[in-house]
């Protein structure tokens, strides 16, 4: 539970009771298998909040209540490192140094507005078009876990980029990645059925690759910011994939 306190303290902005004597450092060195289980109580927390939304309310309206309560749990920083890696990588030309000095820039620029517009406006477009209130209920519980696990390919199968920074502290081994991709698979299976489940895994793990491939091409490795924005893709694409599945 303390591992798990300090990978929650980590990824989300809400406190989590911290034990007198504990080595942060080292709690953290060893939080990757927590990710999963943390994108699922975040998961369970979000669907039961859209579900009674959505006996009140139109679901548009609640597709958007949906978006800013994802968006709460990190204060945005996830989408700060979308924005940071859309500024970085969106234009051709830059090598790893000049596209790592882009994403420590605070400033935005054109194509990190860009990247963030668009997938913001995706997620509530997927939202908006669930069928149904149970529909937009599995998709609330099902993206915050699909963003978590999602961020375990990115610390696991790429180097980190620079030399110092908190993240890098933190070990993910293809046990984690497996583990991740074993509680969302099982979240989707007990959520959406067997068929639907493997179009969803498909879509996820496809698009969770690829992002890891174009980084390792690109950047050679990852940063905080490159975590950040497989969190919000894969919360993204996990939307999408369900979409995929209602016409199948």
Do not use: Q
Not at 93 to 100: A, M, N, P, S
Not at 108 to 119: E, N, Q, S, T, Y
Not at 199 to 218: D, E, F, H, N, P
């Amino acid at each position: 539970m303390r591992t798990f306190g300090a990978a929650w303290r980590f990824i989300t902005v809400f406190p989590f009771f911290t034990a007198p004597g504990d080595d942060e450092v080292e709690l953290l060195r060893r939080c990757g298998w927590t990710f999963p289980f943390i994108g699922l109580v975040l998961g369970i927390i979000t669907g039961v909040v859209v579900w009674f939304l959505a006996a009140l309310l139109p679901l548009p309206v609640v597709a958007a209540l949906a978006v800013a309560v994802l968006a709460m749990y990190s204060a945005g920083f996830h989408l700060d490192g979308l924005s940071d890696c859309g500024d970085a990588l969106l234009s051709p030309g830059r090598d790893k140094e000049k596209c790592l000095a882009i994403m420590k820039d605070s400033r935005i620029g054109a194509h990190g507005a860009m990247a963030l517009v668009l997938l913001l406006l995706t997620k509530f477009a997927c939202l908006a078009s669930a069928p149904d209130r149970y529909g937009i209920a599995a998709m609330a519980f099902l993206m915050p876990l699909a963003g978590r696990a999602g961020m375990l390919w990115v610390m696991g199968l790429l180097p980190y980029a620079r030399s110092e920074g908190l993240v890098n502290i933190i070990v993910v081994t293809m046990g984690h990645i497996a583990l991740g991709i074993v509680v969302l698979a099982a979240a989707a299976l007990g959520t959406v059925g067997l068929v639907r489940m493997i179009i969803l895994m498909a879509v996820w793990l496809a698009v969770s690759l690829g992002w890891t491939l174009y980084l390792k091409r690109r950047l050679g490795g990852a940063t905080g910011d490159c975590y950040g924005a497989a969190c919000e893709l894969a919360e993204t694409v996990a939307g999408i994939g369900l979409l995929v599945t209602v016409s199948v």
